[in-house]
């Protein structure tokens, strides 16, 4: 039915709904002519709809994660988008490659958002370099990225981003392909403490 990553051997069904048209589909960002297939769909096989059943439940132990600050994770802009139209208030920084962005958090804010931009074309895998200044650099590999996304997205604890003082952040995103690596871009955050 649609290609890319399937969810056959969850489901049983020869027509499996690819968990991504899923996801799309429960946040509402399928274009009509897309979403009318996948409800038909969803109708006949209890199989997908079970796998439905648990997206829903996953985004929305995630979403209450994410508004108690639980988590730093790696998010969609269909995640930011049904953020939003929640009711939270989400403070965004959008940061070119090789630039750097002056950032903070205020008590009123309930989400905090990392906007990496990057030419994502023709990755495959992706790996984020993470250094605070003055620490050793950590590695997160194979981060979840559509090569048509235009910008990889992390949500950031809010209490830990409120306890923090001046810190910078340094952040690297690195495609790897093959035995090689490419640099996509560097980025750097400048936090300042959340203003009394």
């Not at 070119?96 to 023709?122: E, H, I, K, S, Y």
Request: contains cysteine; proline residues 7%; glycine residues 10%.
């Amino acid at each position: 039915m649609h290609g890319g990553d399937d969810v056959t051997s969850v489901t049983g069904c020869l027509s499996s709904i690819p968990l991504p048209t899923l996801v799309d589909y429960w946040f509402g960002d399928l274009p009509a002519a897309e979403a009318e297939p996948v409800e038909e769909h969803l109708f006949a096989c209890s199989g997908c709809g079970e796998v439905l059943r648990a997206v829903v439940a996953m985004g929305d132990g995630i979403r209450r994660l994410a508004h108690r600050g639980a988590v730093s994770m790696v998010v969609t802009p269909s995640f930011l988008e049904a953020a939003t139209r929640a009711g939270l208030r989400a403070r965004e920084y959008v940061v070119p490659p090789g630039g750097r962005v002056a950032c903070t958090v205020t008590m009123q804010d309930d989400l905090l958002f990392g906007r990496m931009r990057a030419d994502f074309t023709g990755v495959s895998r992706l790996d984020l370099l993470v250094r605070v200044e003055g620490q050793p650099e950590a590695r997160i590999e194979d981060l979840p990225i559509s090569p048509e996304a235009e910008e990889l997205i992390v949500a950031q604890s809010m209490p830990a981003a409120r306890a923090l003082g001046h810190t910078v952040f340094h952040f690297r995103l690195i495609a790897r392909e093959g035995a090689g690596e490419r640099v996509l871009g560097d980025y750097t955050f400048a936090h300042t403490p959340t203003p009394s």
